[in-house]
Nanobody, 115 residues
């Protein structure tokens, strides 16, 4: 099983980034996918979740209206579109797969929002 995040980097406040998480080694459509983030000195927090079919999403209040989660089941990939980024969005972003009694984590990708 592999979850590989990409798309992180350094971006100025107000700009956008799209994170990707490519999955392999399990039946992707049977797993809900989530994005979490962890800032230095803080606990890991849930950012967004999407179900296996892709017709239900949940977004944390702190990013609602700015972040969108989506998935392409043909590509076994989940995305996090992040708009209007703020310095407080700076964190390592992780994707997580949950389903069939299992859960898997990716290695994370750093997002830094700074001028």
């Amino acid at each position: 099983v592999q979850l590989v995040e990409s798309g992180g980097g350094l971006v100025q406040p107000g700009r956008s980034l799209r994170l990707s998480c490519a999955a392999s080694g399990f039946t992707f459509t049977r797993y809900a996918m989530s994005w979490y983030r962890q800032a230095p000195g803080k606990e890991r927090e849930l950012v967004a979740t999407i179900n296996g079919v892709g017709d239900f999403t949940s977004i944390a209040a702190s990013v609602k209206g700015r972040f969108t989660i989506s998935r392409d089941n043909g590509k076994n990939t989940v995305y996090l579109q992040m708009n209007s980024l703020k310095p407080e969005d700076t964190a390592v972003y992780y994707c997580k797969a949950v389903g069939q009694g299992y859960q898997y984590w990716g290695q994370g990708t750093q997002v830094t929002v700074s001028s």
